[in-house]
Structure formats: C-alpha cells, structure tokens
C-alpha cells in the first residue's frame, strides 16, 4: 500500500467538559453615589443593660401620604357613651367596652355598673360635640337621653394604636 492514502479521522476527546463560569459584567466605578442608595455605616453594638437614647434610635421621618388617617371621632365619641350608658343601665355587659377605654377608665365603669340597679330602657344619644385638641387628642361633649332621663357626658379621646381610645369619661 504505497501509493494509499491514510485519512486523518479527528480523535473525538473522552474528558468531560465542564462548562464555563458566566460571571456578570464589572460595573465602571460611579464618581457620584446615588441619592436612592442606602449608605451602610459601621453597625452600632448595643447591650441590653445599655440605656436607649434618642441619638442612639434614630426614628424615620414619617411619611404623610403613607400614614393612615384616623377616623372622625364624634360617631366613636358618641357611641361609647352610649354603650357606657347602657352598661350602666344593665342592658350590655361592661365587657363590650374593654377595647374602646383606658383600663383605669374600664375598672371605674366596672365598679359603677356593680352597683346600679338594672332597668330597661333604650338610651338614644341627642348630640356630640367634639373639640380636637392636638393630632393624637380630642375632647366631646355627648347628650344622652336614657329613658327617664338627660344625662351629659364629656370624655377625653387620645389615639392608641391607630385607633380613638376613651382615657377619662364621666358621666353625669
């Protein structure tokens, strides 16, 4: 076989190939840092038996267009003096009031209703005047007709939780 001629066949390779690792593109270094980048600084180790300072905790600003608003509190004004009236008169248990008052308020109203004789009638509310005294406080004026009789109410409301919390009530 002198004049044949060999054909070179390509050895195929055995080893496995392991694939390529893809790494993202290097960012050019900016010159300015963007205003919406949080800065990260050096963590601040606090101890429990450390005194908390204003400095220390800092507080976000509050956002008003995120922050939810409160609700008007005459109708809340209105309707705990009536439920803490009909508390008084037997007709709802004192329990009902647990979420809408102060506990110091809630013990007082508890006391009383321990005492008073049970009578039947529906209490209806004439009229409630409400005086904002800050953001977070508020003043009412509720006339309540209970039956035999006018009765004025005047409470305090202060915000608890994102809801009016009664903090002092009397009932006349």
Known sequence: ???????????????IRRPHLLLPPVCEPRTQPDP???????????????????????????DPTTRTRLP?????????????????????????????????????????????????????VRSTRVYRVSPRAAEACVVVHDGARVRAAALRLQVHRRRWRATVLQIG
């Not at 076989?1 to 080893?15: C, N, Q």
């Not at 919406?36 to 507080?59: G, K, N, Q």
């Open 36 to 62: 919406r980048e949080v800065v990260l600084r050096h963590p601040v180790t606090r101890s429990v038996l450390m005194p908390a300072a204003e400095e220390d905790w800092p507080v976000p600003p509050s």
């Open 72 to 124: 008007d509190p005459a109708p809340i004004a209105g309707a705990i003096v009536l439920a803490a009236v009909e508390a008084l008169s037997g007709t709802r248990p004192v329990a009902q009031l647990a979420r809408w008052l102060a506990p110091e308020v809630f013990d007082q109203l508890s006391a009383r209703v321990a005492g008073a004789p049970p009578h039947r009638r529906r209490a209806t």
């Open 1 to 15: 076989m002198t004049g044949a001629t060999t054909l070179a066949v390509p050895r195929v390779s055995t080893a």
